[in-house]
């Protein structure tokens, strides 16, 4: 009965309305951000959303953190000073952070320059969030570069109507060694608003903003005397609400994630030398997805079993009454309804949350 009362409590934290994503929840100037990095799971489930959704990626596991560090304008290099600091207001930007939308051409690429860092210079005006330019560290040295046509990236306010239709454009030239070009287009939605459900136990109220851009890309290598063009197309998802920085990102290119982190601490437990978390190998920690799960579609047990036997598993609704039943790792949910329901494993004792929707 506890175990029931356990997870009737976190049902009640799944009961989520509509937010509203303000300029004071965006990134601030002089704020670290501590991001873990996860592991995909194969049935892992990104591209589902909806009013009132829950996103349940608790069962992910972290391979290493990364740390964010967000800088007010005022602690920019003299030279980006003056190009997003100075007279334009088109170019006043508020922070900057790591940008990393450019592919890196280090010594593979052949370039005779060290490509150390890309940061991104981010202004909050006229009821947009945009990004106004990047600073391309070469050697130690710091080049701006304002875009040409502004990136903007989502309105402020962020609702639940919310989309955007834009276009952008930038050059970095970096004399003797690079040049490359970019044009894009740039479609968001806010797709779903509901409770995402993360590794570290922690839940958030968030709106899903889905943006897909369109790049025209080429780049001219002076020391091969060689060029290429080629298109891009990057779908990201972010889950946004009242954590300054996404409190979730997954970035895909050509339908593969190559980007999957969420802003947090490290879930409990060790990671081990393989980069994943250790509690996903013991004998009680299955894994029940995908999850949430479309109404009459077939969720999979993951992990070790602990038996030799083929598993017995029960599925209880949230007033304890077991509504199914059955052996192997296939839970169907045909004639379900939607809701929340505590799944019980035979050989393990183990129970997981299974979100029907």
Not at 259 to 273: F, K, L, M, T, W
Request: proline content about 6%; charged content about 15%; hydrophobic content about 40%.
């Amino acid at each position: 009965m506890k175990t029931l009362c356990f997870f009737v409590a976190m049902a009640a934290l799944t009961v989520s309305a509509q937010i509203d994503v303000s300029a004071d929840d965006l990134p601030q100037g002089g704020t670290n951000h501590t991001f873990q990095n996860l592991e995909p799971e194969a049935l892992f489930d990104y591209a589902s959303s909806g009013p009132g959704w829950i996103w349940d990626f608790s069962y992910l596991g972290v391979t290493d953190s990364t740390e964010v560090v967000v800088e007010d304008i005022g602690e920019a290099s003299f030279g980006a000073q003056f190009v997003f600091n100075g007279f334009d207001p088109n170019y006043q930007a508020d922070h900057f952070y790591p940008f990393l939308a450019i592919p890196d051409f280090g010594e593979e690429g052949g370039l005779p320059v060290d490509l150390e860092e890309v940061t991104g210079y981010h202004q909050i005006d006229n009821g947009l969030y945009t990004q106004v330019g990047l600073g391309l560290s070469v050697s130690g040295f710091e080049i701006p570069v304002a875009f040409e046509d502004v990136d903007e990236v989502h309105p402020v306010p962020l609702t639940a109507t919310s989309t955007l239709q834009s276009t952008a454009s930038y050059a970095v030239e970096v004399p003797a060694t690079l040049s490359y070009l970019v044009n894009q287009t740039r479609d968001s939605e806010v797709d779903g608003y509901g409770t995402l459900l993360l590794p570290d136990g922690s839940s958030h109220e968030v709106l899903r903003l889905r943006t897909t851009v369109m790049s025209e890309d080429s780049v001219y290598v002076a020391a091969l005397e060689q060029g290429l063009a080629f298109e891009r197309e990057t779908v990201t998802y972010l889950w946004l609400g009242d954590g300054g920085m996404p409190w979730m990102e997954v970035s895909t290119t050509l339908g593969i994630p190559t980007v999957i982190r969420y802003q947090g601490s490290a879930p409990a437990g060790d990671v081990n030398p393989d980069g994943i978390w250790e509690a996903y190998q013991r004998d009680d920690c299955l894994t029940l997805g995908p999850n949430p799960l479309p109404l009459g579609g077939v969720a999979l047990w993951r992990g070790h079993l602990g038996a030799a036997q083929p598993m017995a598993w029960q599925a209880f609704d949230l007033q304890g009454s077991c509504v199914a039943s059955g052996r192997g790792r296939n839970v169907a949910t045909q004639g379900w309804f939607p809701g929340v329901y505590v799944l019980k494993e035979g050989s393990t004792g183990a129970t997981r949350r299974l979100v029907v929707q």
